[in-house]
C-alpha cells in the first residue's frame, strides 16, 4: 500500500521571509471570515482558526467536502485559552468564572471544531506528544488507509503566547539550549494534509516515515543507513535534505544526520521560516511537497548549495533535545 | 433607561465574543436565543456570569435563566429589579 | 496469526483503591470513594470528588522516588497504575524495554504543577520556569512514566479529553491487530486539579453531593482522579513472552457526534456510531453483551443522550448496564481506562457491578442493576465519551 499527500496547506502567521520573489508556501494573513462563519469565529482563538482555514483549504484542493477521519497534532495544544482560564481562575480565587475559556482549551478541539464544522462523524483524534505530535497522527493516517478508509485529512497545529516565549527564554538562558542561535524564535502555524492510497494529478508519494526515541548519533546513522535502503533510495539520490535545525549550531545529531550524505548535498533550514514548534515538522512537510511540485526552494530557508537539478525526492530530519527524532521521505 | 439598554448590549456583545456586531444590530425587544446570533448554551452560561461579575445578581435556576434572558429589555428589566 | 489482541496485564489506581485487589473489593462491597476534597487545595471544599488516597509525598513513597522538583500527580498515578499492570503480566520489565509501545491518554497532565505556578506568579511572585512549567506538557508526562517504568522504545500520547483513555487502548488494539507491533501498554491518567473543577463548575455540571448516574433527578458529575492500563500482547507476543491472557480486546469504535463542543446530541448520534463501529470491527452481535460498563457521568446531557444511543442499538433487548462513576468519579482522560479495568474484572469474576447512589430510574431503557450480580460475563462493552463530540466504544471478551 502506497501513501499519497493529495493537498496540503498551511497558515504561517509567524512566518520570516527574506526576498522579494519568495514562492509562498504558506498564508501568513487569512481572513478567517471567508472560512467560518461569524457565530463560531467569535469563540476561536489562533490556533482553531488557523487550523479549520488550513484544513478547509486542503479539502478544497483536493476537491472533498468531508474526509473519512479528522487526526490532528498538537505538542502545546490551544494555550490562549488555557492562559485565560488560568488567569481569571486565580484572579477570582476560583470564584465566577467564564466558561468559554476552558471549553475551548482542551486539547482536542482543534480536531472537534473541524469535525463540527465540517459534520463529520468520521473517527477523530488528537495526538500530543512534543515533536512527536503531528508523526502521531500522520502514523494514524496510515493505518486508516491499511485499513480501508481513504481521504484522510490530517494536519498539526501549535501557539505562543507571553508565558511560553518567557518559559522558553529562561530555559535557553539556564543553558538548556542545545539547537539555539541567534536566529532561534518561537514561531505558531498549522499545516493539514488530505492522504490517500491513490495517486492523482498533483500527489507527492509519503515514501517513507520513521520516528525514533531517545537515541546516540551513530545508532541514528545506522537506523537511518537501514530506512534509506529499506526504501530503495542510496543517499546521493535524495536531491534535498530539510532539517529541524539552524545553520551552525553544532547540533550533533544533525551533524550525524548529514555525514551520511555528500558534503554538497542541497540543505534547507525549514524553522528560518516558521520558527520553532513543537509541530513545525508538519510545516517541513508542507514545504517539500510545495518544493516538489514547485521546482523552487525558498531563498530564505536554503542553506547551503541550491540544486541544479531536478528535485525528485526529499528527506525531511527533525527531533528535540535527543529525542522525538523522525524521518519523513517524500518523492515526486 | 435608553442609555442602560445600550450599555448592557455592549457589555452583552463583549461578553458573548459577538465581533463586528453593533449595538444598534439588537433589537432589544426580539428574542436573543433562536436568532441570526447563533447564541447556544454555552453563551447563556455567559450571561449568568455577567449579571453576577458586573451587578452582583447570581441567577441559580436555569428555568429563571431562559425568562431572563429573553431579551435585551427583559435583562435590563432584571438588572433594574434585583441590582445590589 | 490471527490478528487478536490479548489482556495480560492490568493495573489500576483510584478512589477506590490504590491496586486491582482493593479496588475489585470496593466494587464487590459496594463501597464508593467519594468524598469531600482532602488533597486538592479548592475553596470549593463542599463538592464531592473521587481522590486517590494518598497525598503526593505517599506516592513518592511507594514508586521510591525522590526528585528535587515538583512532580505532577497525573505523572505519579501512571507510575503506580503501569507498574502493576507489567508486574502482574509477570514479564521481566528488562526484556521488553525496546518492545513495547507505551501508549498514554492524559488531558490534565502537570497542570496541577502549573496552576500552583501560575497563582505564584499572579500573586506577584517571581517563579523559577525550568522548575514549574518545563514537563507542564501531555508528552512529558508520557515520557515521565515510560523513563520510570523503564521503557526505551516509542511513546504515544492521546489527548481527547475523557475518551483519552479508552482511544489509547483502541489505539493500541488497531496496531496490534494490523501487525506494526506486537507488545502495548495503553490506558490513561489524569489528576484532579482546580483547573478541571474549576472549570466543570463554569459549565454547571457538577453535583456538589454525590452524583447520581442514570437517575431521573441527577444533577451533574462528580470529578475523580486516577490511573489505569492494560498490557496488550498480539498471539505471536504471549509465545515469546509466556505471559496469560486474562481476557482479549474483541472490538473498538471511535465517531464523532459533531453536535456541540460539549454537549451530545438529543439522538445519541455519535456514541451510537461509535458503539456499531466496535460491533463490526469485533464480529459480536449486541445480543451477546452480557454488561455495558455506561460512560453516564451523572449529567443530565450524557444519561438521557446515552440511554437513547443504547436503545439504537439494543432496540428493546438492552443488557444489564451501569455506570461505575459513582464508585470513582469521572476520572477524564483515565476514565476510559479505568473502565476497561473494571470491564476485564467483571469477566474475570462473572461479576456485573451495580449503578450506585439510584433511586429513581430515567424510562427509556429500563433500569440499571443496582446490587451486585453474579451472573456468566463473557462480553462487555464500554462506552467513554468526551468533549469535542469524541466517542469510544471498547468490546472485551473472556478467553
Known sequence: MKTYITSSATVLPSAKTVGANENSAYLSDVNYAEYIEPKLLRRMSKVIRMSV????????????????????????????????FLTDMCSAEEGVLSPTAFIQSTHNTIAGQIGLLLECNGYNSTYSDRAHSFEQALLDAQLHLLEGSDNILVGAADETVDLVENVVRSINETGNSSGVTKDYFLGEGSSFFVVSDKKKLNSIELKGLKLMPRTNPSE???????????????????????????PNTGDKYYAAFREVFNNSIPTAFYKKQSGHYFTSSAYALHLGCHILRTQSIPESISGTHPPEQILQNILIYNHYKANKHSFCLISK | MGQFINKLKLEIIEALNLEGVEPDEIDASAPLFNSSLGLDSIDALELIVLLERNY????????????????????AEFVKANQK | MSGRIFITGIGITSAIGMDVASSLDSLIKMRHGMTLPTFLPTRHADFHVGEVKASNNELCTILEMKKNFPVSRTTLLGCVAGAEAIAMSG?????????????????????????????????????????????????KTTDFISEYLGFKNLTTTISTACSSGANSIMQAGRNIKHGIYDLALAGGTDALSLFTLNGFNSLKILDKDWCKPFDIDRKGLNLGEGAAYLLLESEKSILKTGSKPLAELAGFGNANDAYHQTASSPEGIGATLAMQKAFETSAIKPGSIDYINAHGTGTENNDHSESIAIRNVFGDKTPAYSSTKAYTGHTLAAAGALEAVISVLAIRENLVFPNLNLDTPIDIIGAPVLKLENKAVNT????????????????????
Request: hydrophobic share 40%; charged share 20%.
Open chain 1, 53 to 84: 482555514a488550513a484544513a478547509k483549504i486542503a479539502l478544497r484542493e483536493a476537491g472533498l467536502e468531508n474526509p473519512e477521519a479528522i487526526l490532528v497534532g498538537t505538542g502545546l495544544g490551544c494555550l490562549t485559552d488555557t492562559q485565560r
Open chain 1, 220 to 246: 541514528l546513522q545506522a537506523v537511518l543507513t537501514d530506512f534509506l535502503s529499506s526504501h530503495s533510495i542510496a543517499p546521493n539520490e535524495i536531491d534535498l535534505i530539510i532539517l529541524g535545525d539552524w
Open chain 2, 56 to 75: 452582583g445578581i447570581k441567577v441559580t435556576d436555569p428555568d429563571e435563566g431562559r425568562e431572563i434572558f429573553h431579551s435585551v429589555n427583559t435583562i
Open chain 3, 91 to 139: 514479564i521481566k520489565p528488562e526484556t521488553i524495554r525496546n518492545e513495547l509501545h507505551f501508549i498514554n491518554g492524559t488531558s490534565v497532565s502537570a497542570m496541577d504543577i502549573s496552576e500552583k505556578a501560575f497563582q505564584k506568579m499572579i500573586g506577584g511572585e517571581s517563579v523559577d520556569y525550568q522548575r514549574w512549567f518545563s514537563r507542564h506538557d501531555c508528552g
Open chain 3, 380 to 399: 462487555v462493552l464500554s462506552n467513554s465519551f468526551g468533549f469535542g463530540g469524541n466517542c469510544t466504544s471498547l468490546i472485551f471478551r473472556t478467553v
